[in-house]
């Protein structure tokens, strides 16, 4: 069963589908923020993941670094900030590479495309220059980096929409009430949350019902 945690904690992955209404359950976001919880195993395949994962971030690098660029990876990029509600934000950038005047922040996936993975890179170049010494005092630029393409993204876009975006889930996460559920198989399934900790978990796809509508 699950344990309050000391303060909200919010990884910035959990917060990024809820911001780009990949996900539909709040109360997933809520609860994960405030509570440290036993996980549903998962059948994912960690070990390939990451060895596909650290290909990926390798070969990019090496590319900057023939550039002329000098580049930190992962946990040379870990950042936490904690905000006026006492919630912190955590998270860990794959590469920053910096030549010059350019700063760039990149997050490698080895998925299909995203709109979460984009706002993923927009909280690390709000927050990389906050908190990370390398990152200090620039204005970073983005990029999401797949297996056959990479996705830019401008300074212009951490703007004011953005951050209100970022500072109305914090709140979420923090607040004292716990937002409603939206159980669904659809997400359900892939919510690592037990039913021990969640009662309304639906295990089993819809039905299909027969119709002479069609
Ligand atoms: S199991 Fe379903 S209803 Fe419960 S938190 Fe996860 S997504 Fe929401």
Known sequence: ????????????????????????????????????????????????????????????????????????LEGQNDFRMQGSSGATLSGKADIVALKDGDACVIDCKTGAERHSDKLQVLLYMLALPRTVSHCKGRELRGEVQYRDNVVGIAPSEVDEAFREKLRSHMALAASNEAPAKAPSYSECRFCDITSADCPERVEESTATTETDLF
């Not at 059948?43 to 580049?71: I, M, P």
């Open 1 to 72: 069963m699950a344990k309050p945690r000391s303060g909200t904690y919010v990884w910035v992955s959990w917060l990024t589908k809820q911001m780009a209404g990949e996900e539909s359950c709040r109360w997933r976001l809520w609860f994960k923020a405030n509570n440290k919880f036993d996980k549903i195993p998962s059948d994912f395949d960690l070990a390939k993941w990451t060895a596909d994962h650290t290909q990926l971030l390798h070969s990019r690098a090496e590319q900057l670094r023939a550039e002329g660029y000098a580049v930190y």
